[in-house]
């Protein structure tokens, strides 16, 4: 007997599968295209207000789908079912260029299940479309209105598991002030940093970025708050003046001064701790208030 394989089984072999691969890797490289680094593409990431766009403004989409359909089973003004589904309807844009941004930048496991997540929204915008026009056409729209539902439903089942299970958009450099006891602790002597470049270093089970100019010592998370890649590794920059540091796996940017986000996707910043050293040259670290 076959065991049943429920909606997490068969999105965990979605995960897995090579199967849209190829139109993932073509789509992924025309948005990164499309969208350079620079304030657009940092606005729809949502770094401004320090989380991820697409979700809040999927939820007005979603929102008035569902409250059209809903009024469609009532005794309500037909006029009404059909606003909703316009504003739906026109958000979807704005909503498609925010979650795209998000996708291309993303680890290939998620961008599949963000594949069938953008042709499930793909299936409901058109389906909503096609009820619009028929109801402004004197028809009634509702069974297509019914099957945009279930197709919307499918992409925010897909969405909420790229955002859960998968961490999508989510922060994973958290603060780290709870995992550090409280006081200054002894990191290594300074003469033990190479000059100008950052190297990893471990407070506990706490892997730091460290960078040595001169006298000085900056000192991160180095888990990149994106998708957790080691800003070590990453490449020292400096824009408008700004030293940052970009992460070597999907470039978010982050000035080094107090690890606040220059550039997404990120839009945590990376946790910053003080630092000062000993008269014998030991680097002792605390964190920050950032």
């Known amino acids: 007997m076959r065991r049943f394989v429920g909606p997490v089984g068969l999105t965990d072999r979605l995960e897995k599968s090579k199967t849209f691969d190829g139109p993932i890797r073509v789509l992924a490289k025309a948005v990164r295209s499309a969208l350079p680094q620079g304030r657009i593409r940092d606005f729809l990431h949502g770094v401004p207000t ?112 790229l955002a859960y299970r998968q961490g999508a958009g989510a922060n994973h450099a958290p603060q780290v002030s709870h995992l550090v006891p409280l006081g200054w602790h002894d990191l290594c002597p300074i003469k033990d940093l190479p000059e100008g ?27 990149c708050p994106h998708l957790a890649g080691p800003l070590h590794q990453g490449t020292l920059v400096v824009e408008n003046g700004e030293a940052c540091v970009v992460c070597p796996w999907h470039g978010s940017t982050f000035r080094l001064v107090d690890g606040s986000v220059k550039h997404g996707p990120a839009t945590a910043p990376a946790p910053c701790f003080e630092t000062r050293i000993r008269r014998d040259g030991t680097i002792q670290v605390r ?3 950032t």
């Open 287 to 289: 964190p920050g208030l």
């Open 197 to 223: 470049r950052p190297v990893a270093r471990r407070l506990g089970y706490i892997q730091l970025f460290v960078l040595r100019t001169g006298e000085g010592v900056t000192v991160l998370a180095d888990r």
């Open 50 to 161: 320090g989380k991820p766009l697409h979700p809040p403004l999927a939820t007005v989409s979603l929102g008035c789908w569902i409250s059209s359909t809903v009024l469609d089973f009532s005794d309500a003004d037909p006029r009404a079912a059909q606003l909703l589904l316009a504003v739906g309807i026109g958000s979807a844009a704005p909503t498609a260029a925010a979650g795209l941004t998000d996708w291309s930048s993303l680890h290939r496991e998620q961008q599949r299940v963000g594949f069938v997540h953008i042709l499930a929204n793909l299936s409901a915008l058109a389906l909503f479309s096609a009820s619009l026009i028929s109801r402004l056409n004197g028809g009634r729209g509702r069974a297509l209105s019914l099957a945009g539902l279930a197709a919307a439903s499918v992409s925010g089942y897909l969405g909420g598991i």
